[in-house]
């Protein structure tokens, strides 16, 4: 069972999410634990605070230490083998977020999200705990959930059992570097328009190299990054 530890002062938050859709299913299906490690359970007494102000001055507060520390080294202790660690920690000065990059994730046993706040985290946090600083793109957010959700979500459905057809994620958007194909469901006339007769047609084959080429034309058209990658592949 993959273990996926997530540390935040708004548990809350977290927990509306995974206890529902595919976050929740995975859990249910007991593929997936989580654990929610609340940064104010690990601050010290009377006051529990878990920002200071930054050394040389500035702007904003900066998630102190110890919380992250100590929630650290409790997981440390709760986990029953040696199994690598990878600890997330989402950034916008952090590498792009990328499907491999879920795929990357979705391999490892054990993951440790830590959610920023404030202006950031005290930088020992990052240069001794976390192993993949991972941004979603160039913006902010108030805080690390949403990313941290966002980047759970894309990885836990590729673990195999979470989804009821696997299938579904191996041909999703940027699995092979491509964008997904246009999809159409019943009824087969809607308000006038129709569905391609082609996916009426019940050739498979004809259908999948009318999916492929839909795929190739929407990425030319709006990845042009993406499909210079595709065509270098094919080479």
């Not at 929610?36 to 359970?41: E, H, R, S, V």
């Not at 040389?56 to 900066?62: C, N, P, T, V």
């Not at 805080?143 to 299938?167: K, Q």
Request: with cysteine.
């Amino acid at each position: 069972m993959k273990q996926i530890f997530i540390f935040t002062p708004f548990p809350n938050l977290v927990q509306a999410v995974i206890s529902e859709s595919i976050l929740g299913r995975s859990e249910k299906k007991g593929l997936v634990k989580f654990q929610i490690k609340n940064l104010f359970d690990f601050a010290d007494p009377p006051h529990q605070r878990i920002d200071d102000y930054p050394y040389g001055g500035g702007a904003g507060m900066i998630i102190k230490p110890e919380p992250v520390f100590r929630a650290y080294d409790q997981v440390v202790s709760e986990l029953q083998d040696n199994s690598e660690l990878r600890v997330v920690f989402p950034t916008p000065d952090g590498s792009l977020f990328t499907h491999e990059k879920a795929h990357d994730l979705s391999q490892f046993e054990n993951l440790v999200f830590i959610n920023g706040h404030y202006k950031g985290i005290d930088q020992r946090i990052r240069n001794e705990l976390v192993t993949d600083e991972i941004s979603l793109g160039d913006y902010v957010l108030t805080g690390g959930e949403l990313p941290s959700l966002v980047i759970l979500d894309a990885t836990i459905r590729l673990i195999p059992g979470v989804l009821n057809c696997y299938e579904s994620a191996e041909t999703d958007s940027f699995a092979e570097r491509l964008l997904d194909f246009p999809h159409y469901t019943r009824p087969e006339t809607y308000r006038k328009m129709e569905s391609p007769e082609i996916l009426l047609s019940g050739n498979n084959k004809k259908i999948e190299d009318w999916r492929q080429t839909q795929r190739k034309k929407k990425t030319k058209k709006r990845r042009p990054d993406l499909w210079e990658k595709y065509k270098n592949l094919e080479k």
